[in-house]
């Protein structure tokens, strides 16, 4: 699996940078079919299809934050405006209540030179339609820094980074047995089989280009 997700993370890693690339497009203009072409040939059809999807999932909600951080930096600042326009220590003719004393003031000044700086590369972003994403997390890859203070050794930050961006992601099928054709795993025995992309087929053991884990699964319904 390890092998699949690996092979798969680096093709789907590929297409979110190429989607990103395309910027804020109309769907029509995504290019989808021909991303989806190139990725099937190195994969398959189903899970070329997949990693497309999951490109302008994480192109999109990339792009709702950076709507929302956007709406939060306008709020305090605006916020900081109407306070720093009210004397120290008084209220504004509004109401609005001033800064205590002239070292707040200047502390709040500052800060606000800062929001505004991190507003204008905010807005730079959303107009080029392109979202700084971090495939694997921004949190972890920041972690890797600060290695000591979160108890792990680089062997350890390195194997959770891997893991996070491996790709082992299929889409639900109406009517397609256990699940998907993708992945299927048969509530008879418990056995989990998937289709492995088009250059790792040499490793299937099952009929299809596919490959049974040597694992088994169970789900339990809420009635049971």
């Not at 899970?47 to 709406?71: I, V």
């Not at 250059?199 to 490959?211: D, E, F, T, V």
């Amino acid at each position: 699996m390890c092998l699949v997700g690996e092979h798969l993370g680096r093709h789907q890693r590929a297409d979110l940078a190429e989607r990103v690339r395309l910027g804020q497009v109309p769907a029509k203009n995504t290019q989808r079919a021909e991303r989806k072409k190139r990725l099937t040939a190195v994969s398959s059809s189903r899970w070329a299809g997949a990693m497309t999807r999951a490109s302008e999932d994480q192109y999109q909600l990339s792009m709702r934050c950076l709507y929302d951080e956007r709406a939060g930096l306008r709020r305090a600042i605006r916020t900081i405006s109407r306070r720093l326009a009210a004397p120290c220590g008084k209220h504004s003719k509004d109401g609005v209540r001033g800064y205590a004393d002239p070292s707040e003031r200047a502390q709040k000044q500052r800060r606000m030179h800062m929001l505004k700086a991190r507003l204008a590369a905010v807005e730079q972003k959303i107009a080029s339609g392109r979202p700084a994403i971090v495939a694997g997390g921004k949190r972890l890859a920041g972690l890797r820094h600060h290695l000591p203070e979160a108890q792990l050794t680089e062997a350890q930050w390195r194997e959770q980074w891997e893991a996070a961006r491996l790709f082992l992601t299929a889409d639900g099928e109406s009517g397609a047995p256990h699940g998907n054709y993708t992945i299927s795993a048969d509530p008879a025995d418990g056995s989990v089989t998937l289709v492995l992309p088009e250059p790792l087929r040499h490793l299937a053991n099952a009929p299809r280009g596919r490959y049974r884990l040597s694992c088994t699964v169970g789900f339990s319904h809420r009635r049971e």
